[in-house]
């Protein structure tokens, strides 16, 4: 468990400090004046975008409701909002040390403008120069997130692998996909790709998942790893059965998968796939019915591969602008695996032939 912690707080401050250690946060007050993010239009609006719609603002007011509190307890950790094994998620400015704050930047924000973007401080001035380009603000110290690598990057470490202690005390589990994630985020900024940004971030996210999900198997035993185990075969069945995984699933070694799904997902940065390819990815996953009832696959290998599996025909769908014609069946498809205690492997089979059908 103390492992699985200190990976946590190291990713999350990789987030937030990945190359400018010394750098000070400003905090969300910093962002938010008219003439900057506070303003009116599309282009000065995404201080507003994020105060008033953004889940990530409540971030920390979640460790105060009675869910969390019963967490605590059952940790034995006191108040959730002070214990650095939650708030090193839900309130990262917590975890940076108190001469990298300035005044402005306070703990209870939540999860705000700079734990994505860098700490502001370098670069606030400038960075919305009309003389300054992307890769004048980035040499600044923010953070690239136009790159869906680092963008999966910044989230993964709080939207995948949870301390084992902590989900057997009622945390939910947590399972990372990037755009599907991100599509469902109120957004305050713009792709600058849109045909290749649903399915490039599809693959980056899994990819990116299945290492820190390998990383966490090779270091947790009993029922949780098993649990996780189940997990990591169910990307590496995905990734390969798309025939975008570099056989990954053959690495028997847990450093040789993170090594190769960190591959996959630096290299899927240049991913644009034609509508005919998204198509025939398609087809092909859809026609694993089959594999969902052989005799020796486990109620949680199936129930594993089945929720990646929905989740790659929804986004593929999208991407590939066919959700309207299989909507009926995709929506039985999400059905089936809303709980891994109760799902059944028959009835997702026979959706999935109907999915298959319909494509």
């Known amino acids: 468990m103390g492992r699985v912690f200190l990976l946590l707080i190291a990713l999350a401050a990789t987030v937030l400090a990945r190359d400018e250690s010394n750098s000070r946060f400003v905090g969300a007050a910093g962002c938010k004046s008219s003439s900057c993010h506070g303003g009116a ?32 307890e059952a940790l034995g950790i006191g108040q959730p909002q002070s214990s650095a094994r939650c708030t090193v998620c839900h309130s990262p400015f917590q975890s940076v040390a108190a001469d990298r704050l300035t005044a402005t930047a306070h703990p209870d924000e939540g999860v705000s403008c700079e734990n994505c973007h860098g700490a502001a401080e370098p670069w606030l001035r400038g960075h919305t120069r009309s003389d300054w380009t992307n890769a004048t603000r980035v040499s600044a110290g923010m953070h690239d997130l136009r790159n869906h690598y680092a963008r999966a990057n910044a989230c993964v470490a709080c939207h995948q692998n949870v301390d084992t202690e902590i989900l057997k005390a009622g945390h939910p589990e947590l399972v990372f996909e990037l755009d599907g994630q991100s599509v469902n985020e109120p957004k305050h900024w713009q792709e600058e790709d849109t045909a290749a940004s649903g399915p490039r971030s599809w693959l980056i ?17 009993g029922e949780t790893g ?58 092909t996953l859809a026609a694993t019915d089959s594999e969902f009832t052989m ?65």
């Not at 239009?41 to 409701?65: M, N, P, V």
């Open 41 to 72: 239009g599309e282009k000065r609006s995404q201080y507003i975008t994020w105060s008033q719609k953004d889940f990530h603002t409540r971030a920390y007011t979640i460790l105060l409701d009675a869910r969390s509190a019963r967490i605590a």
């Open 226 to 283: 098993n649990r996780l185990f189940s997990q990591m075969s169910a990307l590496t069945w995905l990734l390969d059965k798309a025939g975008l995984g570099e056989n990954v699933s053959s690495f028997s070694s847990y450093p040789g998968i993170q090594l190769q799904a960190d591959g996959i997902a630096r290299n899927a940065v240049k991913w644009s796939p034609t509508h005919e390819q998204l198509m025939s990815i398609l087809q």
């Open 295 to 359: 005799a020796n696959s486990s109620g949680a290998d199936n129930f594993y591969r089945a929720l990646r599996l929905t989740l790659a025909l929804d986004r593929l769908s999208a991407a590939a602008n066919i959700s309207l014609k299989i909507d009926k069946e995709l929506n039985a498809l999400r059905a089936d695996v809303q709980r891994h205690y109760d799902f059944d492997a028959a009835a997702f089979t026979q959706h999935l032939r109907a999915f298959h059908a319909k494509l």
């Open 205 to 221: 996210g899994q990819a990116v998942a299945l290492r820190e999900i390998s990383w966490a198997v090779s270091n947790i035993k």
